[in-house]
């Protein structure tokens, strides 16, 4: 059974960074793209970044890009999101999915994504 459990979130001000995990179980991770997908509250899913399946490949949300660093270590079944200069717009739950979407996905939460973890962004 897939599974991704998301951690790494808090409260953090304007301007600070965090470092989000996620761990993957029940599947072979090194055989997927994964992304970063994020909901506001009150708002719709958004993408949020990907990484192919060795992390040689990286895309960005615009609203993301240069701030947010993706990365994966096949061999910890394990993906990371470095936030940097993080802004109160970047509040959200951020989920971990298995799946390399890109900015023309249409997003549906999938049971696999677990619970996702709380960042939020205020002074």
């Known amino acids: 059974e897939a599974q991704l459990v998301e951690s790494g979130g808090g409260l953090v001000q304007p301007g600070g960074s965090l470092r989000l995990s996620c761990a993957a179980s029940?599947?072979?991770?090194?055989?997927?793209?994964m992304s970063w997908v994020r909901q506001p509250p009150g708002k719709g899913l958004e993408w949020v970044s990907s990484?192919?399946?060795?992390?040689?490949?990286?895309s960005y949300a615009d609203s993301v890009k240069g701030r947010f660093t993706i990365s994966r270590d096949n061999a910890k079944n394990t993906l990371w999101l470095q936030m940097n200069s993080l802004k109160p717009e970047d509040t959200a739950v951020y989920y971990c999915?298995?799946?390399?979407?890109?900015?023309?996905?249409?997003?549906?939460?999938?049971?696999?994504w677990g619970q996702g973890t709380l960042v939020n962004v205020s002074s």
């Open positions: 990484i192919s399946t060795r992390g040689d490949g990286t």
């Open positions: 999915a298995k799946e390399a979407f890109w900015s023309g996905s249409r997003l549906r939460r999938d049971p696999t």
């Open positions: 029940g599947f072979t991770f090194s055989s997927y793209g």
